[in-house]
């Protein structure tokens, strides 16, 4: 399962970057920014995360998923529009094919937010920003 591979993807990176952040006990949650292309069932992802989180530094956290919707530009005629699903990848306005996909295909980890032994700083939010 493709989700499985990217919530164990998603739990290495977080807690990489806890280990270089000190004191930080719990992951509360992470926000991750999914583009509708990238090939990922939001709700399959949000299972295997549950999952594999378990005995790790993240156990409990909410995972947080932000759709991106898919955006492409014509190179002719400089006009964007919403792909959609399935993508439309010719341009309405000038019919062309000579297209860019803007975006849609992100799979980026937003923000993360953890708690750390400090109470003042409990619940940190944490821009990490990875590819998985």
Do not use: K, N, Y
Request: aromatic share 4%.
């Amino acid at each position: 399962m493709h989700e499985m591979s990217v919530a164990l993807a998603v739990i290495d990176q977080v807690e990489t970057a806890a280990a270089q952040t000190p004191d930080v006990t719990a992951v509360r949650s992470v926000r991750l920014r999914v583009g509708e292309l990238a090939g990922v069932v939001p709700d399959s992802l949000a299972f295997c995360f549950e999952l594999a989180c378990a005995g790790t530094l993240l156990e409990g956290a909410e995972l947080v998923t932000e759709p991106v919707p898919g955006r492409a530009r014509c190179t002719p005629c400089a006009h964007e529009w919403a792909v959609g699903m399935p993508p439309s990848l010719t341009c309405p306005e000038c019919q062309g094919a000579d297209v860019e996909l803007i975006s849609g295909r992100e799979l980026r980890i937003a923000d993360v937010r953890w708690e750390d032994g400090d109470p003042t700083l409990a619940a940190t939010p944490v821009p990490i920003a990875e590819e998985c």
